[in-house]
């Protein structure tokens, strides 16, 4: 028993107990004696020693005295001399059994547990059904690292008390500590008989059936624990991860999701779980979103709480709701770049410049040899027509690549965008050769070059003739028919380009910022000025589009992009 527990206890039977009566009819003593009882009542503990020490002076034979000072002292927290006081009031009265409880009690205190166990023996022969007694008694043998007396303590306890699952288990852990295992467990299943619905005890055979390896055993009672405690979340993780892995996926996600809604399971076991459940196929099934909702909820000050959000939603295909997971993960814990890295690809991929640029200059103080933030602000910054920023962040970027061509060839063409942008096409047209060189088999960069040719009216006609081609060579390619709409558009030919842009299917892209506004342009150009203010202002929604969309909403007219 710690300090501050027992000094409780002795002080909640110092208030309610009745003072002990002096061992004297003389007046005089009963008066001092009386006196020193109210003073330490009123917590005087110094008057109150004064008066019992005068007391002590006349008869230091008086156990009642003694078990008074003793009560000052312990007030006073001065334990020496409070079993001392006490070791003399239960020697002269050795009859009274509360002197002997405190002073087992104290000596426990002081760390006597040889002593305190004497004691406790003792008061035990007096009154074997006293619960406090055999409490006291196996605290000092614990101290005292005696199992054995420990166990035949407890045994006395369950012949004079009867068993229950606490002294079970108690016997079970002594059994172990002792090395006899085998003794061990036979309690335990002999408790399981005799109290089948305690989950304490099925829980221990449990834990060690699978401890030593014997799974089929403690698979069979693991099925038991969890119908006697449905509220253990780790039993329900463990009985429904055993079901799942072992192909009853219907019943084993039922005992998981109970588990990851329960007390109990840690933070890393229920991830676990999750993640297991979120790359169980393509597209996750719908009932992990209220898990996922709750885990958020639950340990919102958690980073991988609202990161395992952002994956469900990943992968889920809600692309925003994933963004703002992410962004909320390193917000608590900012030094995780893979989720910077999935933060700024999703936020390009839903046309979010200021967003993309926001993010990336964030990552990219925190991460300052990782190129892609640099990467991201250089191309938020081109769409923004901040060409210098643009070239910094690219030269920045170019820096701390590392083997990665690809990400190079992007860089290169990157800087032709900003070249072309302030009117260097010689510059424009050296760069993106050589991010074609870089590129080779990568589509998206031609389509680039291609787009920023139409768009600044350089080489025209083979930018055409290279993007007709590409349509002949997938035809089914959307992002191709866009890009040939955007050329006709370029040229003037705006039946034929809109005819082109409404055959588009992809539905990411029919909800992308890029393809909306350019259907408004066109709608705009054939006259149907309400549908392309329509079309401008769904694609404000989707993502931010180009840096004159905002003017084309508010003027209902068409702003040339340059």
């Known amino acids: 028993m710690n300090k501050i ?35 330490m009542l009123n917590e005087q503990h110094e008057e109150a020693l004064a008066a019992f020490k005068i007391c002590l002076q006349q008869n230091p034979k ?9 009560e000052t002292y312990l007030k006073q927290e001065k334990y020496a001399e ?16 509360h002197y002997k409880r405190e002073l087992a009690f104290m000596y426990g205190q002081m760390g006597k547990y040889t002593e305190a166990a004497e004691v406790f023996e003792a008061l035990l022969k007096v009154d074997p059904k006293n619960i406090d007694y ?22 006395k306890m369950e012949q004079a008390l009867g068993a229950n699952p606490n002294t079970v288990l108690e016997k079970f852990r002594l059994y172990i500590q002792m090395g006899k295992e085998k003794e061990g467990v036979a309690v335990l299943e002999e408790a ?29 009672i693991l099925k038991d624990l969890v119908t006697a405690d449905p509220n253990n979340g780790v039993a329900s993780l463990m009985y429904g991860e055993m079901l799942y892995r072992s192909g009853d996926r219907v019943q084993g996600k039922k005992y998981l ?30 009932q992990l979103e209220p898990l996922v909702n709750y885990m958020t909820e639950t340990y919102p000050n958690e980073a991988k709480s609202h990161s395992i959000a952002g994956d469900y939603y990943y992968k889920a295909g809600q692309l925003q709701k994933a963004i703002a997971a992410y962004q909320q993960t390193v917000k608590i814990d900012p030094n995780l770049y893979p989720v910077w890295n999935q933060i700024l690809l999703l936020s390009f991929e839903k046309q979010q410049w200021s967003s993309l640029q926001k993010d990336a200059q ?32 690219l030269d920045m970027c170019a820096n701390v690549i590392v083997n990665d061509p690809s990400l190079l060839a992007e860089v290169w063409a990157q800087r032709g965008v900003a070249a072309f942008g302030l009117g260097q096409t010689t510059e424009g047209l050296s760069h993106f050769k050589k991010a074609l060189e870089l590129s080779k088999s990568n589509p998206a960069v031609e389509l680039q070059y291609i787009h ?36 006709l558009f370029q040229v003037g030919n705006y039946q034929q380009g809109l005819q082109i842009l409404q055959s588009v299917q992809n539905p990411n892209l029919l909800v992308s910022s890029s393809y909306l506004e350019l259907l408004g342009d066109f709608q705009f150009k054939i006259g149907a000025t309400a549908d392309a203010v329509k079309s401008w202002e769904r694609a404000k929604n989707c993502g931010d589009g180009s840096i004159r969309l905002n003017e084309k909403i508010e003027t209902k007219t068409y702003v040339k992009a340059l």
């Not at 156990?63 to 000072?69: D, S, T």
């Open 192 to 220: 399981r008989i005799a109290f089948p619905q305690e989950p304490s005890i099925l829980a221990n055979l449990v834990d060690h059936y699978f401890k030593t390896q014997n799974y089929k055993q403690g698979f069979e």
């Open 5 to 39: 527990s027992f000094l409780l206890v002795l002080l909640a039977l110092v208030a309610c107990k009745v003072q002990q009566t002096p061992a004297t009819s003389d007046p005089a003593y009963i008066k001092q004696f009386h006196a020193g009882v109210r003073a």
């Open 257 to 286: 999701q109970a588990g990851i809604l329960a007390e109990g399971p840690s933070l890393d076991q229920k991830m676990n779980i999750l993640i297991m459940l979120l790359n169980e196929q393509q597209t996750p099934d719908n």
């Open 134 to 155: 055999y409490s006291g008694c196996l605290q000092a043998y614990q101290q005292l690292q005696k199992p054995a007396k420990s166990l035949a303590l407890i045994q």
């Open 62 to 70: 008086d156990a009642a005295l003694h078990f008074a000072m003793f």
């Open 452 to 487: 920023q040719l139409l768009l600044h009216q350089i080489e025209v006609k083979s930018a055409m003739a290279r993007i007709q081609e590409l349509r002949q060579l997938a035809p089914a390619n959307d992002l191709y028919k866009q890009e040939e709409a955007f050329a």
């Open 82 to 97: 409070a079993v001392y006081h006490t070791e003399q009031a239960a020697a002269l009265d050795p009859k009274n059994m």
């Open 362 to 393: 964030e990552a990219a103080i925190i991460f300052p040899n990782q190129p892609l933030p640099y990467f991201f602000i250089a191309l938020a910054a081109n769409r923004a027509l901040t060409y210098q920023t643009a070239i910094e962040n």
